[in-house]
C-alpha cells in the first residue's frame, strides 16, 4: 500500500496563475481532507470530502475549489493563486465509520506563489 | 468558535527529562483527542489518542490525559531521547461525533544530547 500519495511535491506559481494539486489514496477510505500549514498556525482545514461526489468547506476555504469524482481521489484547485496561499499543503484520508477522526496524511505539497 | 490552545510553543529538555505538552478546547462536545508528531520536512503521524470516557491512556514512554471538566489535556514524554525532537500537535474534534479536527498551533521539543 502506498497511503496517501500527493502530487506534485513542489510547485512555484505566479500570482493570478491557476493549478490543482492531486490527492490519491489506496485505503479505501471514505473521508478525505485538505489541510494547509503555516509557520506558527498549525493545521488548517481548507476542505473536505465525507464520500464520493461529496465536499465541504472546512475552517479557510476561500480561494480554493475541491472535487470528488471517485472515492479514491480528492483534488485540490486554486483557480487565480495570491501570495497569502503560499504554503505546505496536506491531504490526508480516514476510516468509516468510529475510526473517522485518525487521519493518514500524505506527504505534502510546497507552493509558493510569487 | 471552537478553538484549541497549546503551550508551550517551544520546549527544550535534557536527554532522559520528562516533557509536558498542554492543549485547553473549547467545545465541550469534544470527545476525541489525538495528538500528532511531525518531523522536519516529514508529514504528521498519529502517536496517541484519547476518547472522552477515558481519562489516561499510556504507550510505553508517552501518555495523555483527559480532564473533561477543565476541558483540557495533556501529552508526557517520558525518558525522552534524541529523536523526540520534532513538533508536536494537539487536536480536538468538534461539532459532535461526525465533527473534524482542529488543530493547536504546535510545540517544538528539542532535545538535547
Known amino acids: 500500500n502506498a497511503g496517501v500519495t500527493q502530487t506534485p511535491k513542489f510547485r512555484v506559481l505566479k500570482t493570478g496563475q491557476s493549478m490543482t494539486l492531486l490527492c490519491a489514496q489506496d485505503?479505501?477510505?471514505?473521508?478525505m481532507y485538505w489541510y494547509r500549514q503555516d509557520p506558527g498556525m498549525g493545521l488548517r482545514l481548507i476542505h473536505y470530502s465525507v464520500g464520493e461526489g461529496t465536499t465541504a468547506k472546512g475552517e479557510v476555504p476561500d480561494g480554493y475549489n475541491v472535487s470528488r469524482l471517485k472515492k479514491q481521489n480528492f483534488l485540490l484547485g486554486l483557480e487565480s493563486a495570491a501570495p497569502s496561499q503560499t504554503s505546505v499543503y496536506f491531504c490526508a484520508s480516514s476510516y468509516s465509520p468510529g475510526d473517522r477522526e485518525k487521519l493518514f496524511f500524505g506527504s505534502g505539497t510546497q507552493l509558493s506563489v510569487l | 468558535g471552537e478553538n484549541v490552545e497549546q503551550h508551550p510553543s517551544t520546549l527544550s529538555v535534557q536527554e532522559g527529562d520528562s516533557a509536558v505538552i498542554k492543549c485547553t478546547y473549547s467545545?465541550?462536545?469534544?470527545?476525541?483527542f489525538p495528538w500528532y508528531k511531525q518531523e522536519l520536512g516529514k508529514r504528521p503521524q498519529l502517536i496517541i489518542d484519547i476518547r472522552s470516557n477515558v481519562g489516561e491512556k499510556k504507550d510505553q514512554r508517552i501518555a495523555v490525559t483527559l480532564n473533561k471538566t477543565a476541558k483540557h489535556f495533556s501529552l508526557h514524554i517520558t525518558e525522552t531521547q534524541p529523536e523526540d525532537s520534532a513538533v508536536y500537535f494537539c487536536?480536538?474534534?468538534?461539532?459532535?461525533?461526525?465533527?473534524?479536527?482542529?488543530f493547536g498551533k504546535g510545540t517544538k521539543l528539542s532535545v538535547k544530547p
Open positions: 487536536a480536538a474534534s468538534y461539532g459532535g461525533s461526525q465533527g473534524n479536527l482542529i
Open positions: 467545545d465541550s462536545a469534544s470527545n476525541y
Open positions: 485505503m479505501n477510505h471514505e473521508y
